[in-house]
């Protein structure tokens, strides 16, 4: 007889045992027959001190026929019970399990990013090494070690969230493992990645600190290279970049001029054609790909932060400039400051922008991510725009001053005008000492508050909040006019003056 | 000896057995057998009671390639075989009542 035909013929005398029951038996007799054989026994031996599997099915049954009796008895009152019970549990970890799932799988794709990021970290900085700057070659390689440490940590914590998971599952079911302890090699994982943790900080701090603690050491920026460029200006000039940040200034004489810097391995274009200045990264994506990995290999992981602060360009306009200004960028804050002019238009994707000191008839700024910050102002239109970050407005005079924000407060300080409208989602208003005819103020969560220069009586007002207190009160017939709407949110607003 | 004589008496064998260490199936065969005339097909059916009465527990555990079955004694283990010595000292006066009747 063989071990397969013994098991075989000694679950079919089982009969009609719950399969979980007769796995387990058979589990013990295929264990037994497995230790025989390794403790060198041959295959009569074995089997001719067994019982054969009739009888031992036989003995099984006469023995235990309670085992599988009560386990079906007590089943029955307690499926009675708690089937319902048991519905319930299921409708919950069914739940629990989404957020189980989503968790498992975030963490285990992190790890992968983190392994990949810190593979990466590893290959460029071997650039470092060959130009001979190893404090920043070892300060990488640190933060690839707690890269590498993260990745581990990530796919351990995956590990134990599906044990989890499949733990619940089985209580749920109602067939519940036995404990095991914790996998030796997880251990041991847990361990190394502590460790590597630990290096990888130790290792950085030490390079760190031989780079004198300063951040800015931590790439190597030698070797900017300064341009500059003149240009012929009339009535209006426009400037477009992708990634520099720019501030525009009041040149003493009738010069016009756009000052830039620029690493060697990655050279700006600069073009002037029809009064627009364009300074843009090199020509196409690849190209750009492949000059930032050369720029990273010989100057380090951390360059492209540096590269946006230090590429920075100048536009010094003649000091008789008072024509049409349009600014354009991508990636950069754009300050400007003393400036004169008819039109002054600033777009800037990511990165805040500045006015100081600004007379001209319409001033329109708008930006996604980044803080719009307006200061001595005079114009006939101000508009400031941004989705995320702040406005700030500070000692503005104009005719109608609008500021318009999806996430982030609004401040006006000392602002004059006939209309204002002040509008955000989320986010406060504050005001100090307005001065206008007309005020909208609109917000859906975030408290208004604030002094508004003259009296009460001067004013009609609508307030209307939904959730929150309101020191206003609806009046009509004043001259002036005060809107203020918030969902979410208090008013407190005092006249003074 | 008498089959249904011998059964209670091999639940404490297993039992005193597994005070010396967790077991698994072929080794405890094997010291059972050294004492007591006993075959596999009985000595399941004892560990799987023994189980179900919660007076010794389970785990698997990784040995040469496969999962091995270890047995372990429980609380409610050890105080079943503290009682097997208050049922021998009964079974004793048994025996002798029916040493005496015999007589």
């Given amino acids: 007889m063989t071990k397969r035909k013994y098991l075989k013929k000694l679950k079919k005398a089982l009969g009609k045992i719950s399969p979980a029951e007769a796995e387990d038996l058979v589990a013990y007799y295929a264990e037994l027959i497995d230790e025989s054989y390794d403790h060198g026994k041959t295959e009569r031996e074995i089997f001719s001190k067994l019982d054969p599997p009739e009888v031992a099915a036989a003995n099984y049954l006469r023995e235990c ?185 009041r040149s003493e004489d009738e010069t016009c001029k756009l000052v830039y ?10 073009v002037f054609l029809d009064g627009k200045a364009m300074l843009n990264d090199g020509e196409g994506t690849l190209s750009v790909m492949g000059a930032s990995f050369e720029l990273q290999w010989r100057r380090g992981l951390l360059i492209g932060g540096a590269a946006t602060d230090l590429q920075r360009a100048e536009l010094y306009l003649p000091a008789s400039f008072s024509g049409a200004l349009t600014v354009e960028v991508d990636n950069g804050e754009v300050s400007v400051t003393d400036m004169v002019c008819t039109d002054l238009v600033i777009s800037v994707k990511n990165g805040a922008v500045t006015l100081d000191s600004v007379t001209t008839d319409t001033v329109d700024v708008k930006t996604n991510n980044g803080a719009v910050i307006l200061q001595s102002i005079t114009a006939e239109t101000v508009n400031a725009k941004t989705s995320n970050g702040a406005i700030y407005c500070k000692n503005v005079t104009a005719e109608t001053v609008t500021a318009e924000i999806k996430t982030g407060a609004i401040d006006l300080k000392n602002v004059a005008c006939t209309r204002v409208t002040a509008t955000t989602s989320t986010g406060a208003i504050l005001l100090e000492d307005l001065r206008a005819d007309h005020i909208y103020l609109h917000t859906s969560t975030g408290s208004v508050k604030g002094t508004i220069s003259g009296s009460e009586a001067e004013y009609s007002v609508t307030a209307s909040v939904s959730t929150g207190s309101c020191n206003l009160q609806n009046r009509q017939g004043g001259s002036k006019q005060l809107d203020v709407r918030v969902s979410t949110g208090s008013v407190n607003i005092k006249f003074v003056g | 000896m008498d089959i249904q004589m011998k059964k209670g008496l091999l639940d404490a064998c297993v039992l005193a057995l597994l005070t010396k260490g967790d077991s698994y199936g072929y080794q405890l065969a094997c010291e059972l057998g050294a004492v007591v005339e006993v075959s596999e097909s009985t000595l399941y059916p004892i560990l799987k009671r023994l189980e179900t009465a919660g007076q010794l527990s389970t785990y698997a555990r990784e040995y040469g390639g496969r999962l091995r079955r270890y047995y372990r004694i429980t609380q409610t283990g050890r105080l079943r075989l503290a009682q097997f010595d208050d049922d021998w000292k009964e079974l004793e006066k048994i025996h002798a009542f029916i040493k005496g009747e015999r007589i």
């Fill in chain 1, 65 to 249: 026929p309670t085992i599988g009796e009560e386990g079906k008895r007590e089943g029955h009152v307690r499926n009675a019970a708690s089937n319902f019970g048991k519905i319930v549990m299921g409708f919950f970890a069914a739940i629990l399990s989404i957020v189980l799932v989503s968790l498992i799988v975030s963490f285990a794709s992190c790890g992968v990013a983190f392994a990949v990021a810190g593979v990466y970290v590893l290959a460029i900085s071997f650039g470092l090494l060959f130009s001979g700057h190893a404090a920043v070659f070892f300060a990488q390689w640190g933060m690839a070690f707690v890269l590498f440490a993260l990745a581990m940590l990530s796919e351990a914590a995956a590990v134990l969230l599906y044990k989890l998971f499949a733990g619940m599952w089985r209580f749920v079911v109602g067939r519940p493992k036995p404990k095991k302890p914790m996998r030796k090699s997880m251990r041991r994982a847990l361990i190394a990645s502590a460790m590597m943790l630990l290096g990888g900080q130790l290792m950085f701090t030490a390079a760190f600190g031989a780079l004198g603690f300063n951040y800015k050491n931590l790439a190597v920026t030698e070797g900017l290279a300064t341009h500059e460029e003149q240009l012929s200006v009339e009535d209006a000039l426009a400037l477009e970049a992708d990634n520099s940040a720019v501030t525009i200034k």
């Fill in chain 1, 261 to 270: 810097r620029d690493f060697p391995e990655t050279p700006k274009r600069f």
